[in-house]
T-cell receptor, first 114, second 107 residues
């Protein structure tokens, strides 16, 4: 089954403790991206990747890092999480960044930073 | 980025058709019109997309105005499971989600 898998689904952590949210897709998609969703602000893009070893900032990249060492995986790294990064995070993938293809989203990771 | 305008909310009765409008007057020739929906506590889900011609799939139909400045997502028979936030997005390179339309379906 074609899917985007995020782990963990829920995470509570303390300020400053490094964490990684994993994202994996099984569709051989080139384009992957991370979003955060906050009440009243909607979905905002954090980082995206056009292909392996090609990543770029989205609209709200501060406090986040990503890597794309292999096509299927696109982890989101919070080196020193802060409470304002408490949010619902979604990973997405698509065959390309062009408009002809649909995007697939993971089920989300709800992160709480205390 | 080209912007879209959607009503904040709409309501429909179950088993009736629903027409969700979207205005995108600044659309450019290469922008695809995408629709996604997000059910409560889930990630966004692709619904349909098109460029110039009307499109149909198993989930919905997309009617695109001749000048492409507006489009309408049509759910032919709304069910309670269709209650979600529907996003109309002009896709050139990345998905920029706006606030979407919250669809309420009543029995």
């Amino acid at each position: 089954e074609a899917q985007v898998t995020q782990n963990p689904r829920y995470l509570i952590t303390v300020t400053g403790k490094k964490l990684t949210v994993t994202c994996s897709q099984n569709m051989n998609h080139e384009y992957m991206s991370w979003y955060r969703q906050d009440p009243g602000l909607g979905l905002r893009q954090i980082y995206y990747s056009m292909n392996v070893e090609a990543t770029d900032k989205g609209d709200v990249p501060e406090g986040y890092k990503v890597s794309r060492k292999e096509k299927r995986n696109f982890p989101l790294i919070l080196e020193s999480p802060s409470p304002n990064q408490t949010s619902l995070y979604f990973c997405a993938s698509s065959l390309s960044s062009r408009g002809q293809t649909e995007a697939f989203f993971g089920q989300g990771t709800r992160l709480t930073v205390v | 980025d080209a912007k879209t305008t959607q009503p904040n909310s709409m309501e429909s009765n179950e088993e009736e058709p629903v027409h969700l409008p979207c205005n995108h007057s600044t659309i450019s020739g290469t922008d695809y019109i995408h629709w996604y929906r997000q059910l409560p506590s889930q990630g966004p889900e692709y619904v349909i997309h098109g460029l110039t011609s009307n499109v149909n799939n198993r989930m919905a139909s997309l009617a695109i105005a001749e000048d492409r400045k507006s489009s309408t997502l049509i759910l032919h028979r709304a069910t309670l499971r269709d209650a979600a936030v529907y996003y109309c997005i002009l896709l050139r390179e990345e998905l920029n989600f706006g606030k979407g339309t919250s669809l309420l379906v009543t029995p």
